[in-house]
């Protein structure tokens, strides 16, 4: 995590971050990493968490509760945003293919808190996997090659993300947060394990399995200096 938020200089002198806690291993493991970090790091930054409730009627009380002590335990405030982003998607609007409007949704959530606060960075955490999930996906559902940025800086909004998580593996989040016994938040969203998200995830692990190293050469293509071999459209 180190690596990355030094090679794209994710964290200035002064910041104040506000991680995305969703409740989910990754960005529960990268409130937890931050705040240690914070302890050393070259650039003095305040931390905070932002959850956006999604108005699910079966969202797990407890396991939020103690999520929220986990924070204070941290020393971190702990802002949770009200949404009826549930109701919308899946009642109102009944949409077939949900993430995509859903994930808009929680992104603006989020801004707009961020702002009303006052302003500051959003920290996600995004994964490795994560990563090489995108660039397939861009490339099965989209026809190109693309894939989420390090940092942005979101123009309408003022925010700018921070994805301090993206050298690191998801197996490793995983045994990192059973070691630690880190409070997580099961996830009430009824599209959880069956999205496009989870195909390639899965079909990842499928190909790697004739391919060990596939993985590892889908994240090295961000790099590759070698694009010249992409075709130009005709006119």
Known sequence: MRRAI?????????????????????????????????????????????TVDMGFK?????????????CDTLGVTRHIVKTDIAEIVF?????SNPCSLCAKFRRGALNSEINRLG??????????????ETMLMSLLYEGRFSCFSPTAYMDKSGVTLIRP?????EY??????????????????P??????????????KHICKDIPFAKERILGAIYHPERANLWHKPE
């Open 58 to 70: 079966d969202a797990p009380k407890e396991e939020n509760e103690a999520l929220t002590a986990y």
């Open 172 to 189: 490793d989040v995983i045994s990192t947060v059973k070691r630690l016994g880190l409070p997580t938040v099961n996830n009430p969203c």
């Open 119 to 132: 302003g500051g960075k959003l920290a996600l955490g995004h994964n490795a996997d994560d990563v090489a």
């Open 165 to 169: 998580f993206i050298y690191i593996e």
């Open 91 to 95: 009642d109102a609007r009944k949409e």
């Open 191 to 204: 599209e959880n394990h069956v999205s496009q998200r989870e195909y390639a995830k899965n079909l990842i």
């Open 6 to 50: 030094q090679d794209y200089k994710m964290i200035s002198d002064g910041d104040r971050i506000f991680v995305g806690l969703s409740g989910g291993k990754d960005s529960v493991l990268l409130l937890s990493a931050l705040a240690a970090y914070r302890t050393f790091s070259p650039e003095k930054f305040t931390l905070e968490a932002i």
